[in-house]
């Protein structure tokens, strides 16, 4: 294992025990609000202090990490693998499965990721499933456009020629021998997409498509503080930070996964 | 000897090992060669042939280390002398032929120009069209055929044996002593095999040139050396005349990879296989090629032979029971 | 082109004018109507440099390439497109090691799949017969749980070598099983397809472009070039007498070790 990679590990392990202890580590429900103590500075019951309903910044921090991280992981998976199972299907057998899967491909990536992703939340109406759908209809493309080209270097070699010329049925060589040695870069690319996946949910989010309040989220967070940069800036530079370093951490172990396998 | 053109005196590569530690992969190597002398480095993979070749212009990947030794050429050790004075040795007093030309050339640079480069480089202020000029001459001297419509050629469009060429063409283009060509035709069907080998024997008798020649092939060694060193584990292990090591090898590693090579000479006729592989490095006493051999002993898993001369006449072998001289057990 | 062949000998994979064609404009014809015959417990080397055509012919006759004419095993037919049970009759061996082994099963996995899926032994069995193959391959049984980067080439093509043996095929071609290995272990590997051969009754297609390699192991050799077969006649009777200007090059451009003839 590289330092890299159990850096972002124990980085990331942190945070997630943090958001995951939230109960513990902060002493005030995220949505119990304060009128009296609205916008008030760090103290000893408010480490950072409290927002323009007097909530605890650090207990919505750390509860909005875990609507993120739980989407932004979740939101990973079906795109993953949705996309590389038809990687591996058009790799494999080339052509009209082929030709359709990857025309449809070129139609989704002819499109700004963010716009495409706005425009499916924007016509389903906001929320979490909408996110979820969104991200997943236009983030396979990835996926499947790696694993392809693996498949594509992979299926001309020994091992695979072989078992075709052993009769083995197509899904048992697509499976045990095609897959396992074709996904380790899918899965170094999925850690840098769930950084992505988070800044799409932040930024959704921002724009108030997104998680909705007042269940607590990064990306609304921001954007609820933006009024009060001047005078509260903690209330939209905690969130901000807490994004930074979560794609940081994940950064680190994408980087250090491609290092160990040698990618 | 002061005829010597190359000398290496007890050279010593270690490379960085994947768990850290340094292991070395090139015991105490000496070898020499007379100008315009040929001599054939043969062994198997990882037998530290090419990482020899490789130490002599110090072009070792990262991981390896020149840890001993000295490389003597016109003068200068090149194993201590300044990066900046290497650049006039590689590529200029000494020619390199690499085993894949594909790799050798730059892609996306016209083949005549690459030759041309290495003149300019070299050529103390050729011009231009004087490193054009030179460039044509060198590409019809290594007989390729439309030398001009050819120059402006690229790597791609050029058939195997027609880009070694080009980088023999380069490799000779700055007048070079002495050629070092590493596996120059393994890459090659056995008919441009046979093409290359001729031109690089022409080439040696017009130019007076030396050859390090590096191979796994013995057929290769003995169509164009004169001499032949045998590397086993990071050793020479027996060196001498191609026809006195070819007819009478000395060390049983020698005499098993002759018995190993298939021939023509005899079908039906099966090789002989070596049993066992090669070690890896390792620095452990002893003769690394004992676990193989019939003739060990106790005292070849303990001492580690030198590589000596027979009191008779004969060849130097690195063995405690060299096979006796004169009694052919080879094939030639 | 001649044909030394003895007709009366049993054919077990007969090949009639054969051709494989690329798509690509131009197609691209690599194999050009090959007509071969090969007797059971027969050797025949299939010799040719690079791009003559010899690995489509194996690729076409494993059933990895659709081809036109007709491939008779045993007196049938057989298509491109094979039953499970049609399929096992011919196995390949290919040319490198490190490519040949799914890197992520050990010997006795890859050996134990081709018994599994082909039901060739009972479940309880398999495991039992996988290491029986791997110790006819020669391969140490101490490596036999290991995976394909712990081994060496030569022990990599041995479990290849095993692979193809499990499902007991008639023919096995092997298309330069022994160009990526060293001289030494070549010369191990080739001992054991002679072997096997001899013991197992297989009938051996051996590819390659080193005719010393087939010189050692083939009863007869076949020359091919630019798609064809130029000639075709015995070992001995090719090198000592070889008839098409083609073979005569290749011959004379062999590099021998000895005193160069003449």
């Not at chain 2, 070092?180 to 080439?203: F, G, M, S, Y």
């Amino acid at each position: 294992m590289t330092r890299t990679l159990a850096a972002g590990l124990a980085l990331l392990a942190v945070i997630a025990g943090m958001v995951a202890c939230a109960p513990l580590l902060a002493a005030h429900n995220p949505g119990q609000q304060d009128l009296l103590h609205v916008l008030a500075g760090p103290s000893a019951a408010h480490p950072l202090g409290t927002d323009d309903l007097g909530r605890d910044i650090w207990a919505r921090l750390l509860y909005a990490g875990r609507a993120d991280l739980a989407i932004g992981f979740a939101a990973v998976a079906a795109p993953f693998v949705i996309g590389s199972a038809l990687g591996l299907l058009a790799g494999y057998f080339g052509g009209w499965p082929d030709a359709a899967i990857m025309r449809v491909l070129d139609i989704v990536v002819a499109f700004p990721f963010y716009v495409l992703v706005i425009a499916v939340v924007f016509a389903l109406g906001a929320g979490v499933g909408s996110i979820f759908i969104a991200i997943t209809a236009v983030g396979w493309v990835s996926y499947t456009r790696i694993v392809r080209g693996e498949v594509l270097v992979a299926k001309r070699l020994g091992y695979v020629q072989a078992a075709r010329a052993a009769g083995l049925p197509a899904w048992r060589i697509l499976l045990r021998h095609l897959a396992p040695n074709v996904l380790s870069q899918a899965v170094v690319y999925a850690m840098s997409d769930i950084v992505l996946t988070i800044l799409a949910v932040v930024t959704l989010g921002y724009l108030g498509l997104g998680v909705q309040p007042p269940a607590p989220e990064w990306g609304a967070m921001m954007q609820a503080g933006e009024p009060y940069l001047s005078i509260h800036p903690a209330l939209a530079t905690a969130p901000g930070v807490a994004v930074v370093v979560t794609g940081l951490a994940l950064s680190m172990i994408g980087d250090g996964l491609a290092a160990g396998l040698g990618i | 000897m002061s005829d010597d053109l190359l000398e290496v005196r007890g050279l010593r590569v270690t490379m960085r090992g994947a768990a850290g530690g340094r292991a070395p992969v090139v015991h105490d190597l000496s070898l020499r060669l007379a100008a315009g002398e040929a001599l054939g480095l043969v062994g198997e993979s990882g037998s530290g042939k090419t990482t020899t070749l490789r130490a002599i212009l110090r072009l070792l990947p990262a991981a390896g280390r020149i840890a001993a030794g000295q490389v003597l050429f016109a003068g200068q050790d090149l194993a201590r002398v300044r990066e900046r004075d290497l650049r006039a040795v590689r590529g200029g007093r000494i020619g390199v032929v690499w085993q894949d030309p594909l790799a050798a050339l730059d892609p996306l640079m016209r083949v005549g120009e690459q030759i041309a480069e290495v003149i300019r480089a070299h050529g103390r202020g050729a011009s231009r069209r004087e490193a054009h000029q030179r460039a044509l001459g060198l590409m019809r001297q290594v007989e390729l055929p439309g030398a001009e419509a050819m120059f402006r050629r690229y790597p791609h469009e050029l058939s195997g044996g027609q880009r070694q060429r080009i980088v023999i063409a380069s490799a000779i283009a700055a007048g070079p002593r002495l050629l070092l060509a590493d596996e120059p035709t393994t890459a090659l069907d056995v008919t441009i095999q046979d093409q290359i080998l001729t031109l690089l024997a022409r080439l040696r008798a017009e130019l007076g040139l030396a050859l390090l020649l590096v191979t796994h092939d013995l057929a290769v060694v003995w169509q164009t050396c004169d001499r032949v060193a045998v590397m086993y584990a990071g050793r020479i292990v027996e060196e001498g005349p191609v026809a006195s090591v070819f007819a009478a090898p000395r060390h049983h590693y020698t005499r098993g990879l002759l018995g190993a090579a298939p021939s023509l000479e005899m079908p039906g006729v099966l090789p002989r296989g070596i049993p066992g592989t090669q070690p890896g490095p390792t620095g452990a006493p002893g003769c690394a090629f004992a676990p193989r051999c019939p003739a060990s002993d106790h005292k070849c898993r303990t001492v580690t032979p030198v590589l000596a001369a027979p009191s008779g006449d004969g060849h130097p072998a690195a063995c405690h029971h060299p096979l006796p001289t004169g009694l052919g057990a080879g094939r030639a | 082109m001649r044909d030394t062949t003895a007709r009366s000998a049993e054919a077990v994979l007969e090949i009639r004018d054969l051709s494989v064609t690329y798509g690509g404009r131009p197609p691209v014809r690599a194999v050009r109507g090959v007509s071969l015959r090969l007797a059971r417990g027969e050797a025949l080397g299939l010799v040719g440099e690079s791009g003559c055509g010899k690995s489509s012919l194996a690729r076409a006759l494993a059933g990895l390439e659709p081809a036109e004419g007709q491939v008779m095993m045993n007196g049938r037919p057989l298509p491109h497109r094979r039953t499970r049970e049609q399929a096992r009759r011919v196995q390949m061996v290919f040319q490198d090691p490190y490519a040949s082994l799914n890197p992520r099963m050990t010997a006795v996995q890859t050996v134990a799949e081709m018994l599994r899926v082909h039901r060739l032994r009972p479940k309880d069995q398999i495991a039992e017969r996988a290491r029986e193959l791997l110790d006819l391959a020669g391969l140490p049984s101490q490596v036999a749980d290991t995976r394909p980067a712990a081994l060496s080439g030569g022990q990599r093509q041995r479990v290849a070598i095993a692979r193809a043996l499990a499902l007991e095929p008639d023919v096995l071609v092997a298309d330069e099983p022994t160009t990526a290995l060293d001289v030494s272990v070549q010369a191990v590997i080739l001992e054991l397809l002679a072997h096997l051969r001899e013991t197992l009754g297989l009938a051996l297609l051996l590819i390659t472009h080193n005719l010393a390699v087939v010189s050692a192991v083939c009863d007869r050799a076949a020359v091919m070039h630019s798609g064809e077969i130029v000639e075709q006649a015995a070992v001995p009777a090719l090198l000592a007498s070889p008839q098409h200007p083609y073979t005569r090059r290749l011959l004379a451009a062999v590099p021998r070790l000895g005193p160069p003839p003449g």
